[in-house]
């Protein structure tokens, strides 16, 4: 399979080297050849007249050879100030599409969230029930008539080492929300698939659990680091896995996350047993503004968004599908150097 590359290093800062700009360099040289080529063909043919001409017919082959290369010129001008406007105004609209392409991205990654603080609070719940019920445990042991016997300070000690124990899981919690709500860095950089992964699987599988949805991890320990902005990797991930689990109307929902090793690349599949993709429609769903679903409940850009992301990082994303058979979208990023 093939996988379309990027040339262009995100480096978050503006560049002139957007597709826009390039054809507008590209027609700016044309032009610059076509005066060039015009004036060599006016010399060139005044110098022809002038072989056998007289006096007369010399001067005015020379006047009218004169204005025509003065024309060209000034075509050739006009054509390069007009190009150069071009250029700004093009560039203009490339750095006002990547900022809204930003903020949307931005939006989206709060509406994640929103979704994920149900789950949290779910995850967190646990943890502190079981800490009140082991500080209420210490409290009645204070109480006893020998709090300090050697069984009661046993199981104060227990007590103690799960409320610990609990607690880290909570800060464990607390600390990948935090990660995931965390300003994306644009600037690529390295980080372990694996672990990315992971840490996805354990945002999605609360949400998945209110749709009977079971999300299974399938990592290849080969995968090793890949080079991308992680943060935004984490709403690539999580933007598509949710997608899948939104798909799922069966009784027995699956959806499977999967890192595989490919030469340069390490491929990330995110499989569902969903209703799928029409095939009608596959070509369309990497287009700005397209959706399947209901007004007010979807803006399109997601698939859009994600596909150019990852192009700046050097990577891309496919899909396959079979209608009432579930789909799969492959993303493809480049392995770092070092591995």
């Known amino acids: 399979m ?3 590359l990027s040339d262009t290093e995100n480096t978050g800062l503006p560049d002139n080297s957007g597709p826009a700009t390039r054809t507008t360099d590209s027609r700016q040289t044309a032009l610059t050849i076509v005066a060039v080529v015009a004036a060599l063909l006016c010399a060139g ?3 022809y007249v002038l072989r056998d001409a007289s006096a007369e017919e010399k001067h005015l082959a020379l006047l009218a050879g004169g204005i025509i290369l003065l024309g060209c010129a000034g075509m050739l001008v006009t054509a390069l100030v007009l190009a150069g406007r071009t250029k700004r105004r093009l560039l203009r609209a490339e750095l006002e599409l990547r900022r809204m392409q930003k903020h949307v991205f ?3 990654k709060l509406a994640a969230i929103g979704e994920l603080a149900a789950g949290v609070a779910h995850e967190i719940n646990n943890p502190l029930a079981i800490m009140m019920e082991n500080a209420g445990w210490i409290q009645d042991l204070l109480k006893s008539d020998d709090p300090l016997s050697s069984e009661n300070m046993a199981e104060i000690t227990l007590s103690l080492q799960t409320i610990a124990t ?6 464990e919690i607390t600390h990948k929300l935090l990660s995931f709500a965390r300003k994306a860095d644009s600037n690529a950089n390295v980080a372990h698939i694996n672990s990315l992964l992971e840490d996805i699987a354990g945002f999605a599988r609360q949400k998945a659990k209110y749709r009977d949805v079971e999300v299974r991890l399938s990592l290849d320990p080969q995968a090793g680091d890949v080079e991308c902005s992680p943060t935004e990797i984490q709403q690539i991930i ?3 896995v949710n997608n899948s689990i939104d798909a799922i109307e069966k009784d027995v ?3 499977q996350l999967k890192s595989v090793r490919e030469g340069k690349f390490i491929r990330i599949d995110v499989e569902d047993n969903g209703h799928g993709i029409p095939a009608h429609i596959l070509p369309d769903i990497f287009e700005p503004f397209f959706t399947t679903k209901d007004a007010g409940k979807g803006t399109g850009l997601g698939l859009s968004i994600c596909r150019d992301i990852l192009t700046k990082m050097g990577g891309s994303i496919s899909v396959e599908s079979v ?3 579930g789909c799969v979208f492959h993303v493809y990023l480049p392995q770092h150097a070092k591995d």
């Open 2 to 4: 093939t996988h379309p």
């Open 45 to 47: 043919l005044v110098a």
């Open 106 to 108: 931005d939006a989206g």
């Open 166 to 171: 609990q607690g880290h899981r909570c800060r």
């Open 238 to 240: 999580l933007n598509l």
């Open 253 to 255: 929902g699956v959806v």
């Open 323 to 325: 209608s009432g058979q």
